[in-house]
């Protein structure tokens, strides 16, 4: 029984192309997250989502959009893909402000 | 200067050795967490504490308000614990929900 899963595991594609991640998590948790962890190891947040609004907003491009159609899910859109967007983006999922759960994980290669 | 420093950043072991792994901080939190991220990328969270000590099996964790600083204690090492073990504070202020992270100390416990 998967806790939070994302789609594709790996994703490689090339600049300028568009592309979406996909997170669901069948904790029944409120809020959802996406992260970035570049090449060296680094995690920073993204974007966060408490019951479908949207409440963390980092310094993010704009080409980032993240899309929560319910509670149990937070998709990653990128348009116009970089080669700097080359990184793992993880998505994770908490009730309220509490010890987060984590998904496995997207490499996602921009060539 | 990042607001969470870890160290060491990288530490070697033997096998049923007792480790230390430190966590600083410079803005006022309202929680710490302790991550461990497994060779294959995996994140678990492991520990998420405001005050005190916590314990779970091997993993011992602490934190000291005043002095801002956690540590995270293993005892009887395994090879099997070789991780990054990444810190992670949640502000007192501003929002509730993000969390900066430090960048991490990779454990290796050698057999």
């Known amino acids: 029984d998967t806790a939070v899963s994302q789609t594709p595991k790996y994703l490689v594609t090339q600049m300028g192309n568009d592309k979406s991640i996909k997170c669901e998590q069948n904790l029944g948790h409120d809020t959802m997250y996406w992260y970035k962890q570049d090449s060296k190891k680094f995690l920073k947040i993204m974007f966060s989502y408490n019951n479908k609004e949207l409440i963390i907003n980092e310094t993010v491009p704009n080409r980032f959009s993240p899309k929560s159609p319910d509670k149990a899910h937070l998709n990653l859109h990128i348009n116009s893909l970089e080669l700097g967007d080359s990184a793992v983006y993880f998505c994770?999922?908490?009730?309220?402000?509490?010890?987060?759960?984590f998904g496995p994980g997207t490499r996602l290669t921009v060539l | 200067k990042n607001e969470v420093e870890q160290s060491p950043q990288n530490l070697t072991a033997q096998e049923g050795e007792f480790i230390t792994i430190n966590c600083s901080y410079s803005?006022?939190?309202?929680?710490l967490h302790w991550l461990q991220q497994h060779p294959g990328g995996g994140i678990v969270s492991l520990f998420m504490l405001s005050s005190g000590k916590k314990k779970h099996g091997r993993l011992i964790a602490t934190i000291n308000i005043q002095e801002k600083h956690s540590s995270l204690h293993i005892t009887a090492s395994h090879p099997r614990d070789s991780a990054v073990y990444i810190c992670?504070?949640?502000?007192?202020?501003?929002?509730?929900?993000?969390?900066?992270f430090g960048k991490g100390t990779l454990l290796t416990v050698n057999p």
């Open positions: 992670a504070v949640r502000s007192s202020g501003g929002s509730n929900y993000k969390l900066t």
């Open positions: 803005v006022g939190i309202s929680a």
């Open positions: 994770a999922s908490s009730q309220a402000s509490t010890k987060q759960f």
